[in-house]
């Protein structure tokens, strides 16, 4: 089967950071760009950082600039998303996805999902 895989979420306290993985199985992930999007209870679905195929170019959405840093290992057929100085708006859960188009922020875009893994920052 063709999989991602999500990891490394959990709950932490303002300022605090995590680091979350997305592993790829049944396919090569070097073929794809990858976006990470957020969801908050009842709000939409949002990408908030992209990578090209070859991790040569990224995007951030500006909530999230100079705190969040995405990287990838294609030796290791996975996508890792480093988030710092994490606040209480950063509350929501977490989807890895990929598809052909870098920069595109269109859900309907990627083709695999990961399951989603919960983030929570609180006091």
């Known amino acids: 089967q063709e999989q991602l895989v999500e990891s490394g979420g959990g709950s932490v306290q303002p300022g605090g950071s995590l680091r979350l993985s997305c592993a790829a199985s049944?396919?090569?992930?070097?073929?794809?760009?990858i976006a990470w999007f957020r969801q908050a209870p009842g709000r939409e679905r949002e990408g908030i950082v992209c990578i090209n195929n070859s991790g040569s170019n990224t995007w951030y959405r500006d909530s999230v600039k100079d705190r969040f840093t995405i990287s990838r290992d294609n030796a290791k057929n996975t996508v890792y998303l480093q988030m710092n100085s994490l606040k209480p708006e950063d509350t929501a859960v977490y989807y890895c996805?990929?598809?052909?188009?870098?920069?595109?922020?269109?859900?309907?875009?990627?083709?695999?999902w990961g399951q989603g893994t919960q983030v929570t920052v609180s006091s």
């Open positions: 049944g396919f090569t992930l070097d073929r794809y760009a």
């Open positions: 996805a990929a598809g052909p188009w870098f920069g595109v922020l269109i859900p309907a875009e990627y083709k695999y």
